[in-house]
């Protein structure tokens, strides 16, 4: 008997591995074929009409999208096979494959028919009588499992079982970035996954729940879905920190999509890298919603009537400006209802048309006779006193100048904050050279949206790009319309749009993608937004993202308990009222597939004994409890020293975090890096170290296999006593979780 079974299992396993090679060699063939096609346009003459060139260029935007694409999936192509009682035998991989005669060799996981993969159970079949998992190595089926949903097949020898391909996925020990859990999606992840597009949907999960996995495959999912919907605008995700985004960047690409927009929340204003917020009182008076009113009335502060008459000199004559003259233009160009910059045309038109009939007039008094004086309009403009004038009452800005003074001088602080106590003004003050904060962003995003176009050519040159635009996008329509055919033929028809192709076309040194565009363009308004960790979003932040999807088109995800910023909001009805009241969905994941069980319990004693109301996913593993090492005030370095020695050779090859506070980041790196040389990265881009040393803050979202946390009361401290950042410190592990300490333990942890 048991020769037997394992006689079918090695046929079956060389039935499975000569599939899988042909799948492979099919990939393989696509990416020649592309490769061709892409030369061969590429070596095309560029010369010819417009229309040619936009035909040119539409077939190399969709062979390099398709080539990027191919070349993106390579690991773990297909991972699981479905047999329905239909008799159908249905491949599910991460894109879809079929032979050149249009055959169906494997359907892309986010495909409606690949749905039953993941949520097919015994008492919901959905037609399914066994779910194969593949397990492969390289490009090679190294085991088989089999879920067994057809009550008649469960003595089937051949029917394969094996340990488990989420418990196996589980157990593998982490590389520095995050992997796709495309083969082990689980049921209550991939109907969140697949939920409709429109409005806001929160996925409430707690540590280890898979809470970005989720994101990110509903991001691979939507775009799948809703392409029609979301290839122009595109897809943002937004995240708490560069470590995290580099983290994940490479999960979209190989779940089958390139090009999505990815911040973090540093960087969402074009142009700046926000350095993080340090000062707890700093950040929370940023954060509010009153400072919209704190950045308008600043704006108008630049908006000036002088306190008295001005003489102002026109080559050899004189005019007068009075502040009546200043106010009215002022009330005029504020009624247009046009930001600072736009706005500041109609001004400085009001003013120097009065200038000028003034002059004028004073000229025929004087002489004796009324002339023809158009050309003193031209005068009055070039006049170095009347620019200046001119730039005193309402001078152009820019965001970043309206924030940097608004910051760093008392009277424009005060006059803008009227609400603020001298002693809030005093903490708001910094030097006029101070780098921007991730507090400041908001600031900025709100600033742009008030001044305006800082183009000090102003509207006349917009119209002449607007208009050079709409000409070129002309042609590239009936280049479309031309090749109509053509496109079809390849399945390119409705891929290239003719604004793409304009853009082709520009005069740049290369054509920039849509992400890029989308990047630089602070204006951009996406089809969709992720967040990621939005339980530490400000009201301010979340009044920027607002903004980049008017539609209001949002997945969110966080756990409330892990709020560690100083602007947190204590729920998500608390953080979403003031943007889409009660409209949203509210999802909860309940499994923690990360976290060890013992490991779990102690993070939530701890977020329990300081009065967080937390909800405790199931964990899946039980796992050893925390270790505790307490050492003496001189001994802090050595004893970290000591338990990451410990860890390397316990979890062998996988990766150890030293998670600390913000303030020893440097310090117990450089002791780390000293007694293990090599094998120590310190700082957010050195996640691909054996041992890492970083914040509580930069290690939201990210996994470990041990962790070996720091001072933990000193976490609690620094960020104005929330354990939102210890919390998210001691959910980080996979396998272990250690502690040093030379202080007094915080409660919950002091049991240990």
Not at 276 to 291: F, H, I, N, W, Y
Not at 701 to 728: A, H, K, M, T
């Amino acid at each position: 008997m048991a020769e037997t079974v394992a006689t079918m299992a090695a046929e079956q396993l060389a039935v499975e591995r000569a599939y899988v090679a042909m799948l492979y060699d099919r990939l393989d063939a696509l990416r020649a074929e592309k490769e061709a096609e892409l030369a061969a346009v590429r070596r095309s003459e560029s010369a010819g009409n417009h229309q040619n060139r936009a035909e040119r260029d539409a077939f190399a935007s969709h062979y390099e999208d398709r080539l990027a694409q191919l070349q993106a999936v390579d690991h773990r192509l297909v991972f699981g096979r479905l047999d329905t009682r239909d008799g159908d035998r249905r491949y599910v991989g991460r894109i879809g494959l079929a032979t050149e005669d249009h055959q169906r060799l494997m359907v892309d996981w986010r495909a409606r028919e690949a749905a039953a993969f993941y949520q097919a159970t015994a008492q919901n079949p959905m037609n399914v009588r066994r779910r194969r998992h593949l397990i492969l190595e390289g490009r090679e089926v190294a085991a088989l499992e089999d879920d067994v949903l057809d009550l008649d097949m469960l003595d089937d020898e051949g029917v394969l079982h094996g340990e488990g391909a989420l418990l196996a996925a589980l157990n593998q020990k982490r590389t520095g970035r995050m992997s796709d859990i495309v083969a082990t999606i689980q049921a209550e992840q991939d109907r969140i996954i697949r939920a409709p597009l429109p409005g806001v949907r929160v996925v409430q999960g707690g540590p280890g729940t898979g809470k970005t996995a989720v994101a990110l495959h509903r991001a691979a999912y939507l775009l799948y879905e809703h392409r029609d919907r979301l290839r122009k605008a595109g897809v943002l995700i937004v995240g708490p920190s560069s470590s995290f985004m580099w983290y994940i960047e490479r999960v979209l690409p190989a779940l089958g999509e390139t090009g999505v927009v990815m911040s973090s929340l540093s960087e969402l204003y074009p142009g700046v890298t926000a350095v993080p917020e340090r000062d707890v009182r700093v950040a929370r008076l940023k954060s509010g919603l009153d400072m919209v009113d704190v950045v308008a009335r600043a704006v108008k502060d630049r908006q000036k009537v002088p306190a008295r008459e001005q003489v102002l000199r026109v080559d050899s004559h004189r005019v007068r400006l009075s502040p009546r003259t200043v106010k009215r233009a002022r009330d005029k160009a504020r009624a247009t209802g046009k930001p600072h910059n736009e706005a500041r045309n109609t001004f400085v038109k009001i003013v120097l048309r009065e200038l000028t009939e003034q002059l004028g007039e004073h000229l025929n008094t004087t002489s004796g006779n009324v002339m023809d004086r158009s050309y003193l309009a031209e005068d009055i403009r070039q006049s170095r006193d009347v620019r200046v004038a001119l730039n005193l009452a309402w001078m152009p800005l820019s965001p970043e100048t309206l924030v940097r003074q608004l910051l760093s001088k008392r009277h424009y602080l005060e006059s803008a904050a009227p609400h603020l106590s001298p002693e809030d003004v005093d903490a708001l003050l910094r030097p006029v050279g101070a780098p921007f904060t991730t507090a400041d962003v908001p600031l900025l995003d709100e600033a742009a949206e008030l001044l305006g176009d800082f183009d000090q050519a102003g509207v006349r040159r917009r119209a002449e790009t607007e208009r050079e635009q709409r000409k070129a996008t002309d042609n590239a329509e009936h280049a479309l319309q031309n090749m109509h055919q053509s496109l079809e033929d390849v399945g390119a028809d409705g891929i290239v749009t003719a604004s793409q192709l304009t853009d082709f076309n520009a005069a740049t040194t290369r054509r920039m993608t849509a992400a890029e565009a989308a990047t630089a363009d602070r204006t951009w308004a996406y089809g969709h937004v992720v967040v990621d960790e939005a339980q530490e979003l400000s009201p301010m932040q979340w009044r920027v993202l607002m903004r980049r999807c008017p539609m209001k088109s949002f997945t969110v995800v966080g756990d409330i308990a892990q709020a560690g910023s100083a602007a947190a909001a204590r729920s998500w009805r608390a953080a979403l009222d003031p943007f889409v009241g009660e409209r949203f969905v509210l999802d909860e994941l309940t499994v923690n597939y990360r976290t060890p069980a013992a490991v779990a319990e102690a993070a939530v004693d701890v977020a329990r004994a300081a009065g967080l109301e937390i909800s405790a996913p199931r964990a899946v593993r039980e796992g050893e409890a925390p270790i505790v090492a307490r050492v003496g005030a001189d001994g802090v370095a050595d004893g970290v020293v000591d338990q990451v020695r410990t860890e390397l050779e316990v979890v062998n090859g996988g990766l150890v975090a030293v998670i600390v506070p913000e303030d020893r980041v440097q310090e117990l790196g450089s002791a780390l890096a000293g007694a293990l040389p090599g094998l120590v990265g310190s700082g957010v881009r050195r996640l691909d170290r054996q041992v890492v040393v970083l914040s509580a803050w930069d290690a939201k979202g990210l996994e470990f296999d041990s962790v070996v946390v720091v001072e933990p009361q000193s976490l609690i401290e620094e960020v104005g006593g929330g354990v939102g950042n210890l919390y998210v410190a001691m959910t980080r592990p996979t396998q272990r979780l250690r502690v040093v300490s030379a202080r007094e333990l915080p409660a919950g942890l002091d049991r240990y």
